[in-house]
Every structure is written in structure tokens, then in C-alpha cells.
T-cell receptor
Framework: EADIYQTPRYLVIGTGKKITLECSQTMGHDKMYWYQQDPGMELHLIHY???????EKGDLSSESTVSRIRTEHFPLTLESARPSHTSQYLC??????????????FGPGTRLTVL | KNEVEQSPQNLTAQEGEFITINCSYSVGISALHWLQQHPGGGIVSLFM???GKKKHGRLIATINIQEKHSSLHITASHPRDSAVYIC???????????FGTGTRLTIIP
């Protein structure tokens, strides 16, 4: 069983607010990911990290930023939230599998609504 | 056109029925994942396949690399199987996943 946590689970905020979505994992995984998922749509990678002090932008452009100061922690920040940021944000971490492909473990997600 | 296509988009079945969900992809991959997303949003990884077939309880996943196609089967379906099932592929040389839009499965008692 994987241990990856996200807080808050649900967040409703007003436009212009700065928010940070938390993601933590206790498995010592080096690789962590943030995905954005609009209702009924596929997940899109917005950020990933291969270890401490390593962050990269994903396939989908996002106005959010991330940091990776500690292995277990990968927070995502929106400096000024807008209604277009309303979505579900899923965090994942991975452990190397056989060959090149890792098994990813997902957190429960944060459902963000910006009014 | 999405690189990963799933069918059907929605599926409603009676409890006990045999369920098949299909996934087709258009690029070379190193592995394919089947994920289950519950109504609350949390995602559970069910299988990771690079060839052949895997079985876990009532769930069976198969992949045909030549045909770029995978299927997820559920035997003796149960209402607790109701969820969105997502297919995702990992491209060669790139561990990032590309996701399908999911299949919403509803099992009626």
C-alpha cells in the first residue's frame, strides 16, 4: 500500500488568492508528479521532479509553480488563483520498476474551485 | 486526436456481468497502465503491462503490442466496481504518462 497524501482535499477560494496544494509521500520515492484533470477529461502532467532541487514543467502549460526542497514533499503554488484554475489536481510518486517504466502511486487529489 | 483512445466512454451493466474495457494507442510504448478512479477522485493503479496478460482477483488485463491494443476485463462484476477506469501509456524513452479520457463503469445491483 502506497502512502501519498494531499491536502486539502477540497478548496473553494476567491479570485486573486495565493494558494499552496500540499503533497507528501512517506515512501522515499525520488520521482514525483503533479497532474491536472478537468471534469470528464484526461489527466495532464503539469510538473514533475526527479529528486530534491529538481523540477520540470510537464506537457500542459500551467501558471502554477512547484518546489522540491525535501524528498517527501512536493507542494504546488498558485500565486494568484483564477476561475480558469478550477480543476482537480492529483499528485503522484513513483518507484523504479523492471526495465525503464516506473509504477506510479497517486494521491487522493485536491478539488479546487476558484470563484 | 488523443494518442490514447478508450471505449466505451460509458458502460452500465448488471451485477455479475463480464465487463470488457478497451484501450488503443497510436505510439510505441514501454508500458501500459490501467488505473481506477473512484468518485472522490482518488486513483489506484491496477496493472502495469508491457506484454501478455496479468490477473489480480476478478480483474484481468491483456495487451497486444503489435496491434497497439489493451483490454481490461472484470469477471463477476459488483456494484463496488463502479468507477472510472483509465488507460495510460508510457512512451519509449519517456517515463511520463499519456492518459485516455477514461471509461465510466456503473454496475447495477
Amino acid at each position: 500500500e502506497a502512502d501519498i497524501y494531499q491536502t486539502p482535499r477540497y478548496l473553494v477560494i476567491g479570485t486573486g488568492k495565493k494558494i499552496t496544494l500540499e503533497c507528501s509521500q512517506t515512501m522515499g520515492h525520488d520521482k514525483m508528479y503533479w497532474y491536472q484533470q478537468d471534469p470528464g477529461m484526461e489527466l495532464h502532467l503539469i510538473h514533475y521532479s526527479y529528486g530534491v532541487n529538481s523540477t520540470e514543467k510537464g506537457d500542459l502549460s500551467s501558471e502554477s509553480t512547484v518546489s522540491r526542497i525535501r524528498t517527501e514533499h512536493f507542494p504546488l503554488t498558485l500565486e494568484s488563483a483564477r476561475p480558469s484554475h478550477t480543476s482537480q489536481y492529483l499528485c503522484a510518486s513513483s518507484v523504479p520498476g523492471l526495465g525503464k517504466t516506473d509504477t506510479q502511486y497517486f494521491g487522493p487529489g485536491t478539488r479546487l474551485t476558484v470563484l | 486526436k488523443n494518442e490514447v483512445e478508450q471505449s466505451p466512454q460509458n458502460l452500465t451493466a448488471q451485477e455479475g456481468e463480464f465487463i470488457t474495457i478497451n484501450c488503443s494507442y497510436s505510439v510505441g510504448i514501454s508500458a501500459l497502465h490501467w488505473l481506477q478512479q473512484h468518485p472522490g477522485g482518488g486513483i489506484v493503479s491496477l496493472f502495469m503491462l508491457s506484454s501478455g496478460k496479468k490477473k489480480h482477483g476478478r480483474l484481468i488485463a491483456t495487451i497486444n503490442i503489435q496491434e497497439k491494443h489493451s483490454s481490461l476485463h472484470i469477471t463477476a462484476s459488483h456494484p463496488r466496481d463502479s468507477a472510472v477506469y483509465i488507460c495510460a501509456v508510457a512512451n519509449f524513452g519517456n517515463e511520463k504518462l499519456t492518459f485516455g479520457t477514461g471509461t465510466r463503469l456503473t454496475i447495477i445491483p
